[in-house]
Every structure is written in structure tokens, then in C-alpha cells.
């Protein structure tokens, strides 16, 4: 396992372990760490995404520590972890982002592909915060933070393997806050939801449907997803944040209306994933698309002309119980002004 750190000093900021940070929202996550001077140990397994993006952390003003890791490998992430306290110091923060997908119907996807998608994007969590909980439960300290999806709760097509992990990581993620909060551990964990993104990912994961796949609509940048990441690691006593106003809507319509939500996604969804164009470009299912032979993606993809870079919804989601005090105040002024109008009448 490779390992190259550019310091061995355990003075400055955080030490923050990042999965999947050799592009799209780990690459952003980990620029945006370094920008606070945080030491930013960067997990991932493509040599090219890592190498770019260990230079973009120093550029930032942080630290950078490479390990080349597959997150589906307990014992590696294990090492990982250990590799990461010998040259930075304890871990303050550990971000669960790396993952992999399949775009394509159920019934086309085969066992070992469901098996892989699994094992990276749900087992690389629970063994990312294994190693995490290693060696922050003895200092009784840190914040395990994990990168989720609207899919978390809500199913689309031609994303089973995917969604099915996002699923599972709510609920182990759930599981596990009750056991800390039983064991009044100083140790927090949280899950930041996100929306469809502009990020590689779609030039990269194994795609069998007809088109180009692509992200539904609305698309955000990646560093809006970065920024929400940093915030729940310093506010991590919130259960979950939602970015984007998508996330938000189609959470609450599936908490409501979910039979209607089952078929409008069947109705439009479909076609909401795919473009113009034939599926291109190297599948990095099983092996990374930015490896030996590839080249750095970095962390945005395709879609910078539609993407925004800016959620006033997470402004919302980080300032709830301000904006619930000011409804409140507002409907209860409006409340009044309607009393005191009928009781002139």
C-alpha cells in the first residue's frame, strides 16, 4: 500500500481522513478541509486522482497524506487508518465518501458486479468507521461523517445496487448513533444527504442503458456537497443534513405521497439519467478509471454549464431553528393582527 506524506509534524489543524478522495465530492471535500489548514489524509485507489489531488490540498494550504486504499478491504482500511495516526496524528475527522455504481435495469446487473457495488459503497462505510471508532472511542473523541444520498430513502430505477447501499448505510449509520448516544460517547457521527452533482462519476461507472448517463436534474457543483461536509463535521450533534432543495422535496414526497412518488420515477426517470450519446469511457467497477493507465478526472464532470454552485436550501437546513423562530414570530404577528381585527369588528 503506497503511503507518501509530505510531514511527519503533528502541529496545525484537524487531522481528516477523506474516502474516495481522488475525485468528484472527495476531491472537493478534501480541497475545502485544506482551506481551513487542516491535515488531509487522502484515501482512494486511483494513482493519478490521488497525486492531483494531494496537490491541490497543499495548494489550498493544508497537508496531504496519499494512501492508496480499496475500501472494500477491512485489513487495508485497517492499515490505512494506522499508516494515517503515525504520520499525522490523531484522527479528528473520518469522511466516508468512496462508492461505486451500476446504471443499468436489475436484471442486467450480475451477482459479482451487485456484489462489488456493495462491498465498495456499503461495506467500504461500515469498515471505514470501524477503523475510525478504533481510534477515536480510546480518546473519546471525533466525528465520523458520512456521505449520503436522497437515495438513502428513496429507490430510483436503474441505480438497485447503488440505492440498496445508500439504504443500508442509514440504517447501519442509525444503529450505530444509538449505541454512542447509549454509551454517551464523545464520539458523533452524522450523514450529510445530497443531491444529483456534476461530478466524474458518470464518465466512469459501469453504464448499460442506452445513453450517457447523467445526474437528474437539478445539478449542483461538487463543492456545494464539500461545503455541507465540512459544516456536519463541526456540527455533528444534527442526526443528518440535507443539501439541495431535490433532496429536500423528494424526501418529504416520500415520506407522504410514496406510491405516487414509485410512479412518477417510473414515469420519468428513466430518461432523466441518460443523454444523447453512447456510454464511453473506462468502467472503474473493478478497477480505477484514473489508475496507472488513465488520467485525473479531478472533481467536477461534464454538466459545469447546468450545474449551480450554491443550495439555499442548506443555508435553511444549517439554520433551521432560527428560520423556525422567525415563522413562528411572523405567524403569531399575523396571528394577532387577525384577532385584533375581528375583535374591532
Known amino acids: 500500500m503506497p503511503v507518501h506524506g509530505t510531514s511527519t509534524s503533528h502541529e496545525g489543524g484537524r487531522v481528516v481522513v477523506v474516502t474516495g478522495a481522488s475525485g468528484g465530492v472527495g476531491r472537493a471535500t478534501a480541497r475545502a478541509f485544506a482551506a481551513r489548514g487542516d491535515r488531509v489524509a487522502l484515501l482512494a485507489r486511483g494513482s493519478e486522482g490521488l497525486a492531483a489531488a494531494a496537490d491541490e490540498v497543499r495548494r489550498a494550504g493544508g497537508e496531504a497524506l496519499v494512501v492508496g486504499v480499496d475500501v472494500s478491504d477491512a485489513g487495508a482500511v485497517d492499515d490505512a487508518a494506522q499508516q494515517v495516526v503515525d504520520t499525522l496524528g490523531p484522527i479528528d475527522v473520518w469522511v466516508n465518501n468512496a462508492f461505486t455504481g451500476v446504471f443499468a435495469p436489475f436484471t442486467e446487473i450480475s ?16 469498515f471505514g468507521t470501524r477503523a475510525a ?58 450523514m450529510v444527504q445530497l443531491p444529483g452533482l456534476n461530478t466524474p462519476q458518470f464518465d466512469w461507472v459501469l453504464n448499460r442503458m442506452r445513453g450517457r448517463a447523467r445526474p437528474v436534474a437539478p445539478v449542483y457543483q461538487p463543492d456545494v456537497a464539500a461545503r455541507a461536509i465540512v459544516y456536519a463535521a463541526s456540527h455533528a450533534r444534527r442526526r443528518e443534513y440535507w443539501v439541495g432543495g431535490s433532496t429536500a422535496a ?62 439555499p436550501q442548506q443555508w435553511l437546513s444549517r439554520n433551521r431553528r432560527w428560520v423556525g423562530a422567525a415563522v413562528t414570530v411572523g405567524a403569531g404577528a399575523l396571528a394577532a393582527r387577525r384577532l385584533a381585527g375581528l375583535v374591532r369588528r
Open 111 to 126: 451477482p459479482d458486479e451487485f456484489r462489488r457495488v456493495t462491498e465498495v459503497t456499503y461495506l467500504g462505510f461500515v
Open 250 to 311: 423528494t424526501l418529504i414526497a416520500n415520506a407522504v405521497v410514496p406510491g405516487l412518488l414509485d410512479r412518477y420515477l417510473a414515469r420519468t426517470n428513466i430518461d432523466a439519467q441518460q443523454e444523447r450519446g453512447r456510454p464511453d469511457g473506462p468502467a472503474n467497477l473493478w478497477e480505477p478509471a484514473d489508475g496507472p493507465h488513465g488520467h485525473d478526472f479531478g472533481a467536477h464532470g461534464r454538466f459545469d454549464d447546468e450545474a449551480v454552485g450554491d443550495s
Open 133 to 190: 471508532l478504533r481510534h477515536m472511542l480510546p480518546r473519546d473523541r471525533g466525528t465520523i461523517v458520512q456521505v449520503g444520498s436522497a437515495l438513502a430513502y428513496r429507490g430510483i430505477p436503474l441505480q438497485s445496487a447503488y440505492c440498496g447501499s445508500k439504504h443500508a448505510i442509514q440504517g447501519f449509520n442509525e444503529s450505530l448513533r444509538c449505541e454512542l448516544l447509549h454509551a454517551r460517547s464523545g464520539v458523533r457521527t452524522t
